[in-house]
């Protein structure tokens, strides 16, 4: 099993920056690829950001691209979401996801493993 816990939610206003971590312990060599995915009340969850355990490649979702970074720690198994110029409509719980798969996916049922979520609220 993989277990993902993330910290770093809170309440911030406009234009503000906020730096998400997720925490992966267990069997972490079974996972290939990291995601971020973000559910706002109503809505379904959506795919942010992915990168995998290797390499330099990184996936944006067209919403957050030049403002949101993804990076990790290999040592550290910790993935990380840098937000920055953070707008009221990015406020959601954000999960951190992995998946086994080789291929970068953007849809939540590609992921095999979940975190708790932690809430990032914007406010005006």
């Known amino acids: 099993q993989v277990q993902l816990v993330e910290s770093g939610g809170g309440l911030v206003q406009t234009g503000d920056s906020l730096i998400l971590s997720c925490a992966v312990s267990?069997?972490?060599?079974?996972?290939?690829?990291m995601g971020w995915f973000r559910q706002a009340p109503g809505k379904e969850r959506e795919f942010v950001a992915a990168?995998?355990?290797?390499?330099?490649?990184?996936y944006y979702a067209d919403s957050v691209k030049g403002r949101f970074t993804i990076s990790r720690d290999n040592a550290k198994n910790t993935v990380y979401l840098q937000m920055n110029s953070l707008k009221p409509e990015d406020t959601a719980v954000y999960y951190c996801?992995?998946?086994?798969?080789?291929?970068?996916?953007?849809?939540?049922?590609?992921?095999?493993?979940w975190g708790q979520g932690t809430q990032v609220t914007v406010s005006l």
């Open positions: 996801a992995a998946s086994r798969n080789m291929h970068v996916g953007t849809f939540p049922k590609l992921y095999n493993y």
């Open positions: 267990g069997r972490t060599f079974s996972t290939v690829v």
């Open positions: 990168i995998r355990w290797s390499g330099n490649s990184t």
